[in-house]
């Protein structure tokens, strides 16, 4: 059974940093794509990152390029997400996402963090 958790969401002043973590099980997690997503009362669930399997690109949503930082560590199955100079449009629940290309292609999410970033 697949398994992502998040942690390391909470409350921040605007200006501050957090790092989230997203650990995973029961999945060959060096061979899937993972991402960050984001999701904000009212709104839809948006992406906020994403990194391939190697870890060698990386993709960012324009609103948070230059602030956060997606890596990964396949050698502990997690993957990490940086988040500095946060605004209070940053807060929402986090959730991770991996997309295994095994049995024809799988998405597992993570239950979610959240993220607060007071003014």
């Known amino acids: 059974q697949v398994q992502l958790v998040e942690s390391g969401g909470g409350l921040v002043q605007a200006g501050g940093s957090l790092r989230l973590s997203c650990a995973a099980s029961?999945?060959?997690?060096?061979?899937?794509?993972m991402c960050w997503y984001r999701q904000t009362p009212g709104k839809q669930r948006e992406l906020v990152a994403d990194?391939?399997?190697?870890?060698?690109?990386?993709n960012y949503a324009d609103a948070v390029k230059g602030r956060f930082t997606i890596s990964r560590d396949n050698a502990k199955s997690t993957l990490y997400l940086q988040m500095n100079s946060l605004k209070p449009e940053d807060t929402g629940v986090y959730y991770c996402?991996?997309?295994?290309?095994?049995?024809?292609?799988?998405?597992?999410w993570g239950q979610g963090t959240q993220v607060t970033v007071s003014s």
């Open positions: 990194i391939t399997a190697s870890g060698g690109s990386t």
């Open positions: 029961g999945t060959i997690f060096s061979i899937n794509a």
């Open positions: 996402k991996s997309d295994s290309p095994l049995n024809g292609g799988r998405t597992y």
